[in-house]
């Protein structure tokens, strides 16, 4: 499985931006997501969205009503669709998939499979 992040770069605040994920060697139903990680601090989830079938999407509280997640499941892209960017936004941001079937519980806090990461930053 790869994994393999684009689109991350600068923006000021109240800007947008979108990343992509494009994904290879997916082969079952799958969860996918976004998760960051800024300096000195823990990952954390951004927003996540399953598989096949079902459009179950999990976000961050802190992202709300800013940030869309999507996915074209014939091109197997994941998109982040960031607005309203805050300083705050600011950290290396991670693809990440699993199985569907872990939708509840490593979906949501470790995927399995995860890509190299892309930096956005924001400055006010």
């Known amino acids: 499985v790869q994994l393999v992040e684009s689109g991350g770069g600068s923006a000021q605040a109240g800007g947008s931006l979108r990343l992509s994920c494009a994904a290879s060697g997916l082969t079952s139903s799958y969860c996918m997501g976004w998760f960051r990680q800024a300096p000195g601090k823990e990952r954390e989830k951004v927003a996540t969205?399953?598989?096949?079938?079902?459009?179950?999407?999990s976000q961050a509280d802190s992202v709300k009503g800013r940030f869309t997640i999507s996915k074209d499941k014939a091109k197997k892209i994941l998109y982040l669709q960031m607005d309203s960017l805050i300083p705050e936004d600011t950290a290396m941001y991670y693809c990440?998939?699993?199985?569907?079937?872990?939708?509840?519980?490593?979906?949501?806090?470790?995927?399995?499979?995860w890509g190299q990461g892309t930096q956005v930053t924001v400055s006010s």
């Open positions: 990440a998939a699993d199985f569907a079937l872990w939708w509840g519980t490593r979906c949501q806090t470790d995927p399995v499979y």
């Open positions: 969205i399953d598989g096949d079938g079902s459009t179950r999407v």
